[in-house]
């Protein structure tokens, strides 16, 4: 949600800068901006959508010799996307770049407009630099205005400002949103609100922590944390490579991601595997002792994983679960036991509302873990112990390999509790890791299935919306195929149980309706099956997804006939992925950024 970079450096920093958005331009993208400090010089463009616009409004811009900058990518949050509203926000004689929510921003634009300062912006962030600035009218020194201004400001920020009157630095501030502070041996300095932003450019770097603040120039670093104390620079080298960020080749990345399951699920399991166990290096089995209960939470896709895995853990481990969505868990004052084993589940490891939950947990004294595809991300950071999905960047902002990888995760977890509760026995757990193993094999796109839904997709481009339905463990699938399909292709649909349509939605059934069924041949294929006939009596158009031919269908997506549940599962996310990309294609969207939507929501 927003992407923030900074340089300071003696090469060309515009390009620098724009580079670093680009990276980072799925996390936001209605609008972009930058401002450059250059011999004491400010300039400053900024335009309205797709960084592309960015980039031509600032071709005869020249940024070489000793340059500060500072840019955004923008996600609106207050005030529409236009250009006014877009970052860097500016007062007499500064710029900021923010990410995140002031929530105490009215209260201080009030004060500031009484004492004559005009606003050019609906923004939250515009507050920031004014308030700097009037601290700075009272008698502070730059550094000094900063800090009171931050000690002031209320919510969750990432801060990037830079000011004339200390021409060579960036001042900088974290709490709640993520920044990352980088360093080369060329001497430069960055900074990035992801690391995607700062690979290939520098080689260490500080997560900074939150209440962490400070200033950067071209030579020194000045960090302090929330006690307002010196802090050390804990530099920490940067790994991420370049390579896995590419389209290579594939038309969008959400169509490389999808292809690149098979490949990161061997990944996901690798050296986690052995003939009767699951091995988690990263886990101490005392993290389970006296646990008699686990709690799964998370947001959208993450959340449907974290639904999935409760029908997992109850089947294979014999552990009762409770499974939250993150934004609802962290206001409802829940009741939490410190029996209870509490899971996060993220892919960025930065959603506001699931990293708040943790933070509950922590309060609450609760042991906990964090299912996660970013290394070093906050959650990683705050939880007891972590584990690594492995999927790689995820750049479409529908998430895929996430979820896949995620899904393997949780599945091996399953069996990993199992074998410390004793619930399954030795040959039970070798025949699931037998069926763990064949996961890659089955998620490898076959060509022909990619074709006939690119054939098919073109019949449901229209209609009065569709129900995604499943029963069991393909009720969360059906939940992640419909919100696939709505985030990518603005049409309207729905994940519901197979077994609750007569209880209501059955009403809407017409050949306009379009369901998509889930009809696993392993998981209580006749009870769904009599729940699609019900459908099909009352004339919705349906297309089901299985193993087995089905008469009562309109369209038919056939999968491989497989001996194990999970494995249908597995295909079938496949297939439910490629029928909402090539609907997405149809319909002209832009798959990878869909509108509305940020990669990574970092405000609650
Ligand atoms: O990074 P997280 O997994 O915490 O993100 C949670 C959701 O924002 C995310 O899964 C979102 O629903 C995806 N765009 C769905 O494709």
Redo the contacts with the bound molecule.
């Keep these: 949600m927003c992407g923030i970079v900074g340089y300071i450096g003696s090469k060309d920093a515009k390009e620098i800068l724009l580079d670093g958005l680009k990276e980072l331009e799925y996390r936001g993208y209605d609008s972009a901006g930058i401002s450059l400090l250059c011999d004491g010089k400010f300039s400053y463009f900024k335009a309205v959508g797709k960084l592309e616009n960015l980039v031509q409004k600032m071709q005869k811009c020249s940024s070489n010799g000793s340059v500060v900058g500072i840019g955004h990518t923008r996600w609106a949050t207050h005030g529409k996307p236009t250009e006014i509203n877009a970052h860097p926000h500016q007062a007499s004689r500064s710029f900021v770049v923010h990410n995140g929510i002031i929530e105490n921003y009215q209260a201080i634009k009030k004060e500031l407009q009484s004492s004559g300062v005009v606003f050019a912006s609906q923004t939250d962030t515009e507050v920031i630099v004014h308030l700097f600035e009037s601290f700075v009218k009272d008698g502070l020194s730059d550094y000094e205005a900063f800090e009171k201004c931050i000690d002031t400001l209320e919510g969750a920020y990432a801060i990037l400002l830079m000011t004339k009157s200390s021409p060579d630095t960036i001042y900088f501030a974290k709490h709640g949103s993520p920044m990352i502070l980088g360093i080369n041996e060329d001497n430069e300095k960055f900074f990035g609100s992801s690391d995607a932003a700062l690979i290939g450019k520098c080689s260490q770097v500080i997560y900074l922590e939150d209440g962490d603040y400070g200033c950067v120039t071209s030579d020194s670093i000045t960090l302090y944390n929330k006690e307002h104390t010196r802090a050390e620079l804990a530099f920490v080298p940067l790994t991420v490579t370049k390579l896995s960020a590419q389209k290579d080749g594939f038309r969008y990345f959400m169509e490389k991601e999808i292809y690149e399951q098979s490949e990161v699920i061997s990944d996901t399991l690798l050296g986690r595997l052995s003939d009767d166990m699951i091995v988690f290096d990263e886990l101490d089995e005392a993290l389970f002792d006296g646990i008699d209960e686990i709690k799964l939470c998370?947001?959208?896709?993450?959340?449907h994983s974290a639904l999935a895995a409760s029908y997992l853990f109850e089947r294979l481990s014999k552990i009762r679960v409770s499974v939250e969505i993150a934004s609802e868990f962290r206001y409802r004052e829940p009741l939490m036991s410190q029996n209870t084993l509490f899971i996060v589940?993220?892919?960025?490891?930065?959603?506001a509302d699931?990293l708040e939950t943790l933070k509950m947990a922590k309060k609450a004294a609760l042991r906990s873990l964090v299912i996660c595809?970013v290394d070093n991300s906050s959650m990683v950071r705050l939880a007891d112990a972590s584990i690594l999905t492995r999927a790689g960047i995820e750049k479409g902002?529908?998430?895929?390999k996430?979820?896949a990888t995620q899904m393997m995760v949780l599945w091996m977890l399953s069996i990993y509790v199992a074998k410390i509760r004793q619930s399954l026995t030795s040959k039970q757990i070798s025949d699931e890791i037998n069926t763990m193993r064949e996961v890659s094999r089955v998620t490898l796109v076959k060509e022909g299935m990619h074709e006939r839904i690119t054939r098919l997709s073109k019949r449901y481009l229209h209609g009065h919306g569709f129900f995604f339905i499943g029963r069991d463990i393909f009720y969360p699938l059906a939940l992640e195929g419909a919100?696939?399909l709505k985030?990518i292709s603005y049409l309207h649909a729905e994940g519901y149980p197979s077994g609750e349509m007569k209880h209501g939605p059955i009403a809407l059934a017409d050949p306009e309706l379009f369901t998509i069924a889930l009809m696993p041949q392993h998981m209580l294929y006749e009870k769904t099956k009599s729940n699609i006939e019900e459908l099909s009596a009352r004339d919705s158009t349906i297309c089901v997804i299985s193993s087995i031919e089905f008469d009562k269908a309109d369209d038919f997506i056939a999968l491989e006939s497989h001996g194990h549940y999970m494995l249908e599962f597995f295909e079938m996310m496949i297939a439910l992925q490629l029928l909402s990309m090539q609907i997405a294609i149809r319909l002209d969207n832009d798959v990878d950024m869909p509108r509305n939507?940020a990669?990574?929501?970092t405000v609650e």
């Design positions: 998370a947001c959208g896709t993450s959340y589940i993220s892919q960025s490891g930065e959603t699931t595809n902002v529908a998430s895929t996430a979820f919100l696939k985030e939507l990669k990574s929501v």
